[in-house]
T-cell receptor
Framework: DTAVSQTPKYLVTQMGNDKSIKCEQN?????MYWYKQDSKKFLKIMFS???????INETVPNRFSPKSPDKAHLNLHINSLELGDSAVYFC???????????FGEGSRLTVL | KNQVEQSPQSLIILEGKNCTLQ??????????LRWYKQDTGRGPVSLTI?????NTKSNGRYTATLDADTKQSSLHITASQLSDSASYIC????????????FGTGTRLKVLA
């Protein structure tokens, strides 16, 4: 059983399109995250949700909109995609604020 | 400002050799420090956790150390294997503040046959 699963794993799309990445965790964790990993492999926090409530909303363009229908799911929708959005996006979860982070396998987004 | 710095940025060693990765942090108040391993094309996976009172902890061929006074940690890999080729990320957790996880920039390790 996959603990944190995200889909799709690969996403290739044209500039200006809208796309979504889905994430689900079956660990019963309260907190979920979206991270962006750039070409230098640095992981940067984008959003954090605790029990469906937004607790971290980092300085990202408002084209990025997270949605948490329940505490096991955190989806990421991106409008009007730009070339600079190309990256690997990781979903993660943790039981508590300083607990171990469990990451999904990543979703590689390529904007052409 | 809470920061985590790792060195070296990248490292190439021969199979069977040992190596040590470094992590320096200025995170306060400190909660714990974890080393994560990220294989190419995969998500990071936790290797070990160090709390304030722990100096050394081993997980197979991986041994982590923590010096809370100097705010330094190291990850020592013994008898390296090809499968150790990965990025190793040091993540320090703070007990307060909005950003509970402060990530290092990682060390990319390449083990050659």
């Amino acid at each position: 059983d996959t603990a944190v699963s995200q889909t799709p794993k690969y996403l290739v799309t044209q500039m200006g399109n809208d796309k979504s990445i889905k994430c689900e965790q079956n660990l019963g964790h309260d907190t979920m995250y979206w991270y962006k990993q750039d070409s230098k492999k640095f992981l940067k926090i984008m959003f954090s949700y605790n029990n469906k409530e937004l607790i971290i909303n980092e300085t990202v363009p408002n084209r990025f909109s997270p949605k948490s229908p329940d505490k096991a799911h955190l989806n990421l929708h991106i409008n009007s995609l730009e070339l600079g959005d190309s990256a690997v996006y990781f979903c993660a979860s943790s039981q508590r604020a300083t607990g171990e982070l469990f990451f999904g396998e990543g979703s590689r987004l390529t904007v052409l | 400002k809470n920061q985590v710095e790792q060195s070296p940025q990248s490292l190439i060693i021969l199979e069977g050799k040992n190596c040590t990765l470094q992590c320096n942090y200025t995170v306060s108040p400190f909660s714990n420090l974890r080393w994560y391993k990220q294989d190419t094309g995969r998500g990071p996976v936790s290797l070990t956790i160090m709390t304030f009172s722990e100096n050394t902890k081993s997980n197979g061929r991986y041994t982590a150390t923590l010096d809370a006074d100097t705010k330094q940690s190291s990850l020592h890999i013994t008898a390296s294997q090809l499968s150790d080729s990965a990025s190793y990320i040091c993540v320090v957790s703070a007990t307060s503040g909005t950003y509970k996880y402060i990530f290092g920039t990682g060390t990319r390790l390449k083990v050659l046959a």
